[in-house]
């Protein structure tokens, strides 16, 4: 099977296989912090809406929905994570940040509430990825904390990458900070 057959097959699958009332467009929120609204840079600059740009220019109509909250912690995100994503959601892009080891948070805690928003939407038979690499510094902007323009785009890029099936992904950034990617 070639890539761009493969491509093609896990973009319909996504579409037209997850359930009654989704095929006509991908339905994705993106949770997070500060990063994930785009703290810097702006919102249409920050990676959900450039994902959006990115997955519409290949041919996927795709709607991508910002539930970033400034300073929020994966405690907060857990609490909020069933009135951010609807009914009819197809995949859910969880970028937990650093904010509760900032904030005097144990990194038991943190994998334990991003275990367990991933369990609540699997549950909702909802694609989870968690994108939380380590970003590096040149990829920050002068606080340290927050993302580049240039690192929005490159995370837009390698979600693209995983959402359509792309043979290789781009690996714009080391690995995930704590635990495994999971998808």
């Known amino acids: 099977m070639t890539p761009m057959l493969r491509r093609l097959i896990t973009v319909a699958v996504l579409i037209l296989g997850v359930g009654p009332g989704h095929a006509s467009s991908l339905n994705i929120v993106a949770v997070g912090a500060s990063n994930t609204l785009g703290w810097g840079v702006g919102v249409e600059t920050a990676f959900p809406a450039r994902l959006q740009t990115i997955l519409r ?107 359509t099936g792309e043979q290789e992904t781009p690996s714009f950034f080391v690995a995930p900070r704590a635990g495994k990617v999971i998808e």
């Open 57 to 163: 220019q290949r041919g996927i109509d795709a709607t991508v929905t910002n539930a970033g909250i400034i300073a929020s912690t994966t405690a907060g995100m857990l609490s909020r994570i069933d009135r951010v994503v609807p009914n009819g959601t197809n995949i859910v892009i969880l970028q937990p940040g650093t904010n509760d080891l900032r904030f005097g948070g144990s990194e038991h805690q943190r994998t334990a509430n991003i275990s367990a928003i991933v369990d609540r939407l699997q549950q909702r038979h909802i694609r989870v990825i968690v994108y939380d690499p380590e970003i590096p510094r040149n990829f920050l902007q002068a606080d340290g904390i927050h993302f580049t323009a240039s690192a929005h785009d490159n995370i837009a890029m390698t979600l693209a990458a995983q959402i």
